[in-house]
């Protein structure tokens, strides 16, 4: 029996390694920014009680002041799973629609942070491919796909972004003990209230 693998159509599914491997040093700045970018967008916009990934999406529309507007699109083995584009007047969010709603929240995290991060770069998707993907949206609405390869960098942080603020969205609020104090304690309790 063959095996065979399909090939992804964009490096977000199989990341480029421009630029060579993330050393550890750049792997710690690139966590450490990471983290710090999560906890001033938190900051910024906070995670509504009880988790609703469209009503935190309302919140980063009001923050920048843009509109987000989220398409789920049929999903195809070897095909990307979520896409961002920057268009002139709005952000657009393509994501699979036939998987879990904890699933369709990861890539809209992974995709939000892709935009978050102003990440650019090209990939490598025919027209074609593009219009099979997401037969209901115009051609033009997938156009990025065309252009876009982002690099292992940008994957990485976009994934650890992502898994950040999915596991502030969906743990939990923290708990601090009643008089504790410290800068450990202090720290706690100002991460629980933008976490709720």
Known sequence: ?????????CTRLAPAQRGGPIDAHGLTKLRAGARARVLAVLTAVPLPRPWS?????????????REIDLVP???????????????PAYDLIAYTEHTSALHQDHIIAHELAHMLCAHTGS??????????????LAPRALSHLLT???????EYEAELIAV?????????????QPGASGRAADQ????????G
Do not use: K
Not at 1 to 9: D, G, K, L, N, W
Not at 123 to 136: G, N, V
């Open 188 to 195: 706690a309790r100002r991460l629980a209230a933008l976490l």
């Open 123 to 136: 990939c490598l998707m025919s027209e074609s491919e593009a219009a099979e993907l997401a037969p209901d």
């Open 1 to 9: 029996m063959t095996s065979s693998v399909i090939a992804p159509r």
């Open 164 to 176: 950040l603020l999915m596991s502030a969205a969906t743990s939990e609020p923290l708990a601090v």
């Open 73 to 87: 699109v049929e999903y195809r083995p070897g095909q990307p799973s979520g896409a961002w584009q920057a268009r």
């Open 53 to 65: 990934m469209n009503r935190w999406v309302d919140g980063l529309e009001a923050w920048r002041g």
């Open 148 to 154: 876009r390869v982002t690099s292992g960098r940008d």
